[in-house]
């Protein structure tokens, strides 16, 4: 064996000459790799001993993508490009034997190759498109060839990974193979040099091509059922024309085409914010005093209590990845009717085919539901979803600091209350902490971990591996009233409800929201919501917001009665109300507030700038601590477009010295000191700096 770089080796197995690389972790197509590749590869087609050659890999995959270390950094040669024609090029036939995932440049890779064989378990796909990128290595060329031009365009788009079997069918692999990956890798390029099979050079097949070749609308059906899902991106439009030139031109000018959509897109600002965004996702991880080796608490069983909205939901997320969970509520009614909105949410799953019935008795068969509280003496963890009251959330703590483990985690899912006054209700306010997830909490991803003043880094650390575990995001945070997500969602509120006061309506504040690629606007996500929680608590607090509760007095609680800030048919499809335009012109009128014209431009500093303000404050109050972890719950609880970065990614975009003189110029305006900026924003902007670069 001889090693050509760090990561290759070249064998030779009889005819064969085995090509392995071994990068750990992921295989990745670091800059050696590259070298081994090629080098290894020109070594092999010398060796008049070798007929054939195999390309594999040491480890838990195959190459699994691009080396990120090298983002950013100026292009070492060889390039892949280099090295995927040289493999493509080779007269003698080149096999890619995989396992574990081909992801990106590394499918690349085997799409340059003569023949693909995979392990059973195998995954292949083409992410770029989540980085706003496109597969810049011939991949829109070549997977189309092979696969055909509509599987082609949903692997690409969707950037999700296919398994060995449907690649089998779709041609992307020729075998599946069994046993020793290497040596079946070996005798299938055996077996092709027996049979003088000929060399199958992807670039040279046309039938999967030719079958749509002047056929239009097959593009155009397939940009229509992507629309709801690309909307904003930019990456998968380029993917489609990518595709397009892949149709109609010969493949060198096909590759030029993907070369010149690529830097496209490499350029844009959308990828830009992809990409900073995989970045902070992964950043959101690291808590500074609380190393990644701090002992973790190893979660077998957990509990919940309350078996609401929030605790059924929280349930399933311990279900669903296999963790026993028990359930506990105070009267069996609230219990069965919880158990069955759980048993209706997983059928409802089954009969859209996302699973069977029988991962639904599985599932259902991890959760034991009960009235009694001792029930929670075995779980590792508890996560406590009960009314969102102070007294009943500390009896409930007190109780469970009573029947609890010692050494359990004890979380609340409070969304307002103090976690430091739920924390003194027990003896051990260090195993206390917040986990606040958000509704429907079995679908949405974020998970804000709330740190109480005594929380320690076990509680911490368990917090946040048990919401990895359980496929949420989780962000660490500090306590404070609304956390992050909910205390800058509060300042777009008020600047809403502001807004059609001063002279917009509803659906037009809404429209610029959506437009910046928001699903809705907040009076939607409001009506959705139902209108008559935020009315029994105003009630309750004896305070009126005006608007909001004229329509509440009408019975117009949303969607759910058909009526809300809109009227919604009965496919629940909204529009505009006379009804409520004049609610809202009254109101103005008895406020003595004239209604002037007011612009989409201003609609949306007015919503977003008093967010990035908040999100200054709560940086200098080291409640987040980093500005993109703001930008993570953002992303992932509240629906910011991930092609804009998040709030605090886009205000560095603007500029922070344009957006607090703007913000100035409301305060002169209005005399209102809503607009006062932050000290932490003025400093900023004073010095020229983002919140990125701080
Ligand atoms: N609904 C949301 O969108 C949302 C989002 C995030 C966080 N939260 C928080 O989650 C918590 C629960 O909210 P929800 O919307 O699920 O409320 P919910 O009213 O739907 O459910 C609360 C459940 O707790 C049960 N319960 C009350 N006291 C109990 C006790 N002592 N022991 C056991 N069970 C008890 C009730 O019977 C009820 O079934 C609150 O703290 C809330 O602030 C809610």
Same mark, same amino acid.
């Given at each position: 064996?001889?090693?050509?770089?760090?990561?290759?080796?070249?064998?030779?197995?009889?005819?064969?000459?085995?090509?392995?690389?071994?990068?750990?972790?992921?295989?990745?197509?670091?800059?050696?790799?590259?070298?081994?590749?090629?080098?290894?590869?020109?070594?092999?087609?010398?060796?008049?001993?070798?007929?054939?050659?195999?390309?594999?890999?040491?480890?838990?995959?195959?190459?699994?993508?691009?080396?990120?270390?090298?983002?950013?950094?100026?292009?070492?040669?060889?390039?892949?490009?280099?090295?995927?024609?040289?493999?493509?090029?080779?007269?003698?036939?080149?096999?890619?034997?995989?396992?574990?995932?081909?992801?990106?440049?590394?499918?690349?890779?085997?799409?340059?190759?003569?023949?693909?064989?995979?392990?059973?378990?195998?995954?292949?796909?083409?992410?770029?498109?989540?980085?706003?990128?496109?597969?810049?290595?011939?991949?829109?060329?070549?997977?189309?060839?092979?696969?055909?031009?509509?599987?082609?365009?949903?692997?690409?788009?969707?950037?999700?990974?296919?398994?060995?079997?449907?690649?089998?069918?779709?041609?992307?692999?020729?075998?599946?193979?069994?046993?020793?990956?290497?040596?079946?890798?070996?005798?299938?390029?055996?077996?092709?040099?027996?049979?003088?099979?000929?060399?199958?050079?992807?670039?040279?097949?046309?039938?999967?091509?030719?079958?749509?070749?002047?056929?239009?609308?097959?593009?155009?059906?397939?940009?229509? /059922?992507?629309?709801?899902?690309?909307?904003?991106?930019?990456?998968?439009?380029?993917?489609?024309?990518?595709?397009?030139?892949?149709? /109609?031109?010969?493949?060198?000018?096909?590759?030029?085409?993907?070369?010149?959509?690529?830097?496209?897109?490499?350029?844009?600002?959308?990828?830009?914010?992809?990409?900073?965004?995989?970045?902070?996702?992964?950043?959101?991880?690291?808590?500074?005093?609380?190393?990644?080796?701090?002992?973790?608490?190893?979660?077998?069983?957990?509990?919940?209590?309350?078996?609401?909205?929030?605790?059924?939901?929280?349930?399933?997320?311990?279900?669903?990845?296999?963790?026993?969970?028990?359930?506990?509520?105070?009267?069996?009614?609230?219990?069965?009717?919880?158990?069955?909105?759980?048993?209706?949410?997983?059928?409802?799953?089954?009969?859209?085919?996302?699973?069977?019935?029988?991962?639904?008795?599985?599932?259902?068969?991890?959760?034991?539901?009960?009235?009694?509280?001792?029930?929670?003496?075995?779980?590792?963890?508890?996560?406590?979803?009960?009314?969102?009251?102070?007294?009943?959330?500390?009896?409930?703590?007190?109780?469970?600091?009573?029947?609890?483990?010692?050494?359990?985690?004890?979380?609340?899912?409070?969304?307002?209350?103090?976690?430091?006054?739920?924390?003194?209700?027990?003896?051990?306010?260090?195993?206390?902490?917040?986990?606040?997830?958000?509704?429907?909490?079995?679908?949405?991803?974020?998970?804000?971990?709330?740190?109480?003043?005594?929380?320690?880094?076990?509680?911490?650390?368990?917090?946040?591996?048990?919401?990895?575990?359980?496929?949420?995001?989780?962000?660490?945070?500090?306590?404070?009233?609304?956390?992050?997500?909910?205390?800058?969602?509060?300042?777009?509120?008020?600047?809403?409800?502001?807004?059609?006061?001063?002279?917009?309506?509803?659906?037009?504040?809404?429209?610029?929201?959506?437009?910046?690629?928001?699903?809705?606007?907040?009076?939607?996500?409001?009506?959705?919501?139902?209108?008559?929680?935020?009315?029994?608590?105003?009630?309750?607090?004896?305070?009126?917001?005006?608007?909001?509760?004229?329509?509440?007095?009408?019975?117009?609680?949303?969607?759910?009665?058909?009526?809300?800030?809109?009227?919604?048919?009965?496919?629940?499809?909204?529009?505009?109300?006379?009804?409520?335009?004049?609610?809202?012109?009254?109101?103005?009128?008895?406020?003595?507030?004239?209604?002037?014209?007011?612009?989409?431009?201003?609609?949306?500093?007015?919503?977003?700038?008093?967010?990035?303000?908040?999100?200054?404050?709560?940086?200098?109050?080291?409640?987040?601590?980093?500005?993109?972890?703001?930008?993570?719950?953002?992303?992932?609880?509240?629906?910011?477009?991930?092609?804009?970065?998040?709030?605090?990614?886009?205000?560095?975009?603007?500029?922070?010295?344009?957006?607090?003189?703007?913000?100035?110029?409301?305060?002169?305006?209005?005399?209102?000191?809503?607009?006062?900026?932050?000290?932490?924003?003025?400093?900023?902007?004073?010095?020229?700096?983002?919140?990125?670069?701080?």
């Amino acid at each position: 064996m001889t090693a050509i770089t760090q990561s290759v080796d070249l064998d030779r197995r009889g005819r064969v000459a085995v090509l392995t690389v071994n990068n750990p972790p992921v295989n990745a197509l670091s800059q050696h790799v590259r070298q081994g590749l090629h080098d290894g590869l020109k070594q092999a087609l010398a060796d008049s001993s070798a007929s054939a050659i195999v390309i594999v890999c040491a480890g838990r995959t195959f190459i699994a993508g691009a080396d990120i270390t090298e983002f950013g950094k100026p292009p070492v040669p060889p390039g892949l490009h280099a090295v995927l024609d040289l493999i493509e090029s080779s007269p003698k036939p080149v096999v890619a034997a995989i396992h574990g995932t081909a992801l990106g440049g590394g499918l690349e890779v085997t799409l340059a190759c003569h023949y693909r064989v995979g392990t059973k378990d195998a995954r292949f796909g083409l992410p770029e498109v989540k980085l706003g990128l496109l597969p810049g290595a011939g991949g829109t060329q070549r997977l189309p060839r092979v696969v055909g031009v509509e599987k082609g365009l949903s692997m690409m788009v969707s950037g999700d990974p296919i398994r060995a079997d449907e690649a089998l069918k779709h041609g992307l692999i020729d075998e599946i193979v069994e046993g020793d990956l290497t040596a079946a890798g070996v005798a299938f390029a055996d077996k092709v040099v027996t049979e003088r099979r000929p060399l199958r050079k992807v670039r040279d097949l046309d039938d999967k091509l030719a079958a749509v070749r002047g056929k239009p609308e097959v593009f155009a059906a397939f940009r229509k /059922s992507v629309a709801r899902q690309t909307r904003g991106f930019r990456a998968p439009e380029n993917i489609v024309k990518a595709v397009e030139a892949a149709v /109609s031109l010969p493949f060198d000018e096909g590759i030029k085409r993907e070369r010149e959509l690529f830097l496209e897109l490499l350029n844009s600002p959308e990828s830009q914010a992809q990409r900073y965004f995989f970045f902070a996702e992964r950043e959101a991880a690291k808590i500074p005093d609380v190393p990644a080796d701090t002992p973790v608490k190893d979660v077998r069983k957990a509990a919940v209590i309350g078996a609401g909205t929030m605790g059924g939901g929280i349930a399933m997320n311990f279900a669903n990845v296999g963790i026993p969970v028990t359930v506990v509520e105070v009267k069996q009614e609230a219990l069965d009717r919880g158990l069955s909105v759980v048993r209706k949410n997983y059928e409802n799953t089954a009969s859209k085919g996302r699973m069977t019935m029988q991962d639904v008795e599985k599932r259902m068969a991890l959760l034991t539901g009960t009235t009694d509280f001792s029930a929670v003496k075995d779980a590792d963890i508890v996560i406590e979803a009960v009314f969102e009251e102070m007294p009943v959330k500390k009896e409930v703590f007190a109780k469970l600091d009573a029947v609890a483990r010692p050494d359990a985690v004890l979380a609340t899912n409070t969304s307002t209350l103090d976690v430091n006054e739920i924390a003194s209700a027990t003896k051990r306010p260090e195993s206390v902490i917040g986990m606040h997830f958000f509704s429907p909490a079995n679908v949405m991803r974020l998970l804000e971990n709330v740190r109480g003043a005594k929380s320690s880094k076990t509680t911490i650390a368990t917090a946040m591996a048990v919401g990895r575990r359980i496929n949420k995001v989780p962000v660490l945070v500090g306590v404070c009233y609304g956390f992050v997500g909910n205390r800058m969602l509060h300042q777009r509120g008020i600047q809403a409800e502001k807004l059609i006061l001063e002279g917009a309506l509803p659906h037009q504040v809404d429209k610029v929201l959506y437009d910046f690629g928001f699903p809705m606007g907040p009076f939607a996500m409001s009506d959705l919501a139902g209108l008559d929680v935020g009315w029994r608590i105003r009630k309750g607090r004896g305070v009126r917001s005006e608007v909001a509760d004229r329509i509440c007095e009408l019975g117009r609680f949303g969607q759910k009665t058909g009526a809300g800030y809109y009227k919604y048919d009965d496919k629940r499809n909204p529009s505009p109300d006379s009804e409520v335009e004049k609610i809202i012109v009254d109101v103005a009128t008895e406020m003595g507030i004239t209604r002037r014209h007011i612009d989409d431009e201003e609609i949306l500093q007015r919503l977003l700038y008093p967010m990035v303000n908040e999100g200054a404050k709560i940086l200098e109050e080291k409640i987040a601590i980093r500005a993109s972890d703001i930008d993570v719950i953002w992303v992932y609880g509240y629906g910011w477009p991930v092609y804009r970065g998040g709030p605090m990614f886009w205000a560095d975009q603007i500029g922070l010295r344009p957006l607090r003189d703007r913000m100035l110029q409301f305060q002169k305006a209005t005399g209102d000191p809503f607009w006062t900026p932050a000290p932490l924003l003025n400093r900023l902007a004073d010095a020229g700096k983002g919140f990125l670069d701080r």
